[in-house]
């Protein structure tokens, strides 16, 4: 089906990646260390979803990563003054909620640009958490990891629960009407006003749920491990943009699904222990990312070259 | 007899001094096609935008279905029944069919569950009932102009739309397709709802249309039932009034040839097989009906649309023209048609949009010489009696006249061989418009060679020293200068043998 | 009201968001010197009012002010470059990798460095004219790329040190009374000053920003002007890199982190619009002062020296005056939106 071509080629690139490392470095498929890279990437997956819908929109926030430390820290913080791990949880999502829709007033209500905006909020959160905490741990209470749940059920339970989310995103994105207000607003706006859609509330509901995801994601993070680093947002915008892009949402908007950012993902994903298992130090992996966000936007490029000649 | 389903009386419209609509009654009756005609500018579009809710009118009254309106807004004339089916379609480019006709009917509730299979069926049986052959899962973007427009008679049939508008809805389907739609608007009519039908055509109004109201110069001229007329008739009513404009006389013998097309076309645009030339001196006319070709074939000479047919040929040299820039240094100039967007830059100053295209001349090495730029402003503002409150205002704060002249003078500095007018008085008030008229005359008789776009036949008629007629992309005929207005009108319908 | 009289001259200057940015310049300098103590710490003068001090403010100024003279030619075009800090940190590390394990010498290994400065402007040129890509996306990915390729080739760890004197001469020394850096500084934005308001090339940058079409129905040639202020943008980053790391005596893989956003700070402060068309070499001047000031005197604060957060602060602080500029600068469209819709439909020529 030409409509799925792009994320069929994705899938192809990623199939060829996973037959490599079958015949090349077959200690990449035990099951451990796989389940342990699944449950590393489960809140990626989280927030990426809510980066393909921003995407979608004609959108982009790169303020991300600073709302999940923010998130993550704020937890963290609760959670060791002892709050029960379901009201950490809420506040969590709560808090990213928060941030999101200070994304969403500025872009949705003042029309400013989101790039701009969400740099300024990038660094203002980020600057501000490392006022506040100086890069300080938070120590978590024994009972938050895993939900005290056994290290294994607590990684299929994440794992399960992401891919879940997932699923949801992929049937509300195609069967809910408000799904596809997203992709109307992202396609054209004036369209979607004629068709009786508010653009602006549509945008500000993006922002508010990339942030709330985001937050969902942090307590993700958190609870698998006994500390908070508070630079564990680091990096995950640009990491979930690639993921994104490479998966085929265009980032003109209107365009694309979360499968084939979940395509674009895993892709992204076997990318670094595929570097580990050829040999290849760690430290090429922020320009492998870089290249490959190049390389598929200049593939789309040209593609959409062709098509209006 | 059931009240009209529409009711216009007295509506009478301004923009900017020029009156677009004086007074014009107009009705409805349900089960019936009302054709509108009249050249451009005659006011239809006008009409159209006061019944869709999208201007008001300064006095008259509107009533739908019998009910006066006082005030109506493009939602509340949706909501009213009315659906207008435009040229250029409001559609999705993204989405498929299904979806877009889906988004425009249904609820814009958030929470609600999507029934893919019943957009589908929905969209094929719109579809189907115009005889459509598009698939409901084809992307919007995939589809042409009229494929589109098809969509958008789907949405407004979807709608249950009981007044239905469409613009030249014929203007780029194939005859299948025509066939196709007269058998919509026939069901349409069957179903008691009444369409609105702007066309060229004498041929469908004759065919489709149970009445016809010719509009002229914003004013209606006369309603008919179809059978109680004929072409001649129509085409007089159209045309035939007192020639109360002196148009500057021709004062000069044309010289060499300066440009020259041999069956000149693109496969980008519908442009094909264009043949004609253009002698130093003169003014050639290019008449026709909106869709014909004529800016298609300007952008083509100003190297916007490269040509990939035919050869063009500059004082007798062939050239090819794949760029502005290129077309420039060939002394080529076009003052284009859309002054807001493309002719003027509103947001700079009236001497920064003069000297745009002559950077080279004026300022040597690239250094900006802002008393030079001061004084090639000031002498164009003279020349062209521009109305503005010095060089610096900027372009948005003029009116359409002399944001056309500014246009104009950006042009004049480039000292070109060949100028490219389109529509160049359009929207411009009669004081202006004959001063633009001097212009272009005298231009001429300097050794210009003027191509002028218009839409304007008395204009046409008046100006040129030679009329090119084209229609559907290609020259239809070539003649002297002082042609029979019926005749141009004719050979741009397309009735005439 | 435009008029020739003088009177209305100096209200226009004064009441310009040039003039107003000078004020609150002004404003703040004044503040910090009122609240900046003069404390002897360790027997060190810490004074914010001090010539030593007023002297760091333009060395530190010197990197990012290069990279807002470079944004804004582009943003004048309403482009975006994304990637400049981190080509400046790219070209810094292939700067000390060519002096120091190519052996080439100062002047040579400086000259690789523009190149590749070049080259990576040219990569974000060539994206964004010839594939017509948006820029935000092709500099969010070469922001990365370059970034990656810093780490990937000291492989995060190396730090190339032990430069020559008369290199860090450049960085730290001062020539005819004033930090060398900003000799060069002020070279740079002499030239971006004449390039965006005295030559025609500056006049099409604007062009384009109000109406790209517009420019290309005025026989201008797009593609190439876009493409020069990008390549621009990536020599005047690598030569932010040789500044930095001569201020500094080394070449890391983080050089310039973060850069962009005060970079772009300045340049919106100082009141070139985003959308583009509108803007001016003297405000991104006068607001790279600004934000230069604020994060210097922020350290001299009694109170933020207690924290020791000045630089989050600052961080912080600029975060917050981006977003205040650029409400600041929609709201008159919205005022003038809301008028105009309370007035009859505007003039319109039918169609």
Known sequence: MNRYFRELSVAGALGLLLAMLAVVAPAFYQPQPLLSLATREAPTLVVACGMALVIICRQIDISVGSQFSVCSVGAGLLAAHGWPAGLVLLASVSIGALLGAFNGVLVAGLRLPSIVVTLATLVSLRQGLNLVRQGEFVNLPDGLQWFGLSQTDGQWTLVAFALGLLLVFAVALRYLSAGRFVYAVGTDTEAARLAGINPQRVTFAVFVLMGALTGLAAMMNIIQSPQVQPLSGNGLELKVIAAVVVGGVAISGGRGSVWGMFAGLLLLACVSPTLTHLHIEAYWEKAIQGAIILLAVVADGLRSRKENR | MSAPLLELRRITKSYAGVHALRGVDFDLQPGEVHALLGENGAGKSTLIRVVTGAHQPDRGSIAIAGQRVTHLTPSAAQQLGVACIYQQPALFPDLTVAENIALRLEPSTGLRLVHWSARRERARSLLARIGASISPETEVRALSMPEQQLVEIACALGAGARIVIMDEPTASLTQKEQHLLFAVVRDLRASGVGVIYISHRLDEIFALADRVTVLRDGESVGTSPVGEINEAGLIRMMVGREVTQIYPPAETEPGDTVLSLKGVGSSACPVHDVTFDVRAGEVFGLAGLVGAGRTELARILFGLTPADRGEIRLNGQPVTLRSPQEAVAHGIAYVPEDRRRHGVVLEMPIAQNMSMAVHRRIFPGTWLRFGTERRHALDFIRDLAVKAYGPDAPGGSLSGGNQQKVSLARWLATKPKLLILDEPTQGVDVGAKSEIHKIVRRLAKQGLAVLLISSDLPEVLGMSDRIGIMRGGTMAAVLPGKADAQEVMALALGTAK | ?351
């Open chain 3, 1 to 351: 009201m435009r008029t020739a009289s003088n009177t209305s001259a100096w209200k226009s200057a004064v009441f310009s968001h040039e003039g107003i940015l000078f004020l609150v310049l002004v404003a703040e300098w004044v503040f910090f010197y009122h609240f900046g103590t003069t404390v002897n710490r360790h027997d060190v003068v810490v004074g914010f009012g001090t010539i030593d001090r007023q002297f760091d403010i333009l060395r530190h100024s010197c990197e990012i002010g290069l990279l807002a003279l470079a944004l804004t030619p582009i943003i004048l075009t309403a482009g975006i470059d994304l990637s400049v800090g981190s080509l400046l940190g790219l070209c810094a590390i292939l700067f000390g990798m060519l002096w120091h394990d190519a052996g080439l010498s100062i002047p040579v290994a400086a000259a690789g460095a523009l190149a590749v400065g070049a080259l990576g402007g040219g990569l974000n040129a060539v994206l964004i004219t010839w594939l017509r890509l948006p820029p935000l996306i092709v500099t969010l990915g070469t922001y990365s790329l370059f970034r990656g390729l810093a780490e990937a080739i000291t492989r995060g760890a190396v730090t190339y040190t032990d430069f020559p004197a008369s290199f860090l001469f450049l960085g730290q020394e001062r020539w005819c009374g004033l930090p060398t850096q900003a000799w060069i500084f002020l070279a740079v934005a002499v030239l971006i000053g004449l390039l965006v308001h005295r030559t025609t090339f500056g006049r099409s940058f604007r062009t384009i920003g109000f109406s790209p079409e517009g420019a290309r129905y005025a026989g201008l040639p797009v593609g190439r002007r876009l493409a020069l202020v990008y390549l621009i943008a990536g020599v005047v980053s690598a030569l932010a890199g040789l500044i930095y790391t001569s201020r500094l005596g080394q070449a890391k893989a983080d050089a310039g982190t973060g850069y962009e956003l005060f970079a772009i700070t300045a340049v919106v402060l100082g009141g070139t619009s985003i959308f583009g068309g509108v803007g001016s070499v003297t405000g991104t001047l006068l607001g790279v002062a600004a934000i230069a000031v604020l994060k210097n005197g922020l350290a001299c604060l009694p109170v933020v020296m207690r924290m020791n957060g000045a630089e989050e602060l600052s961080g912080m602080l600029t975060g917050a005056l981006l977003l205040l500029a650029l409400t600041g600068s929609v709201l008159p469209k919205y005022l003038s939106n809301w008028r105009a819709s309370h007035h009859s439909a505007r003039p319109q020529p039918p169609t």
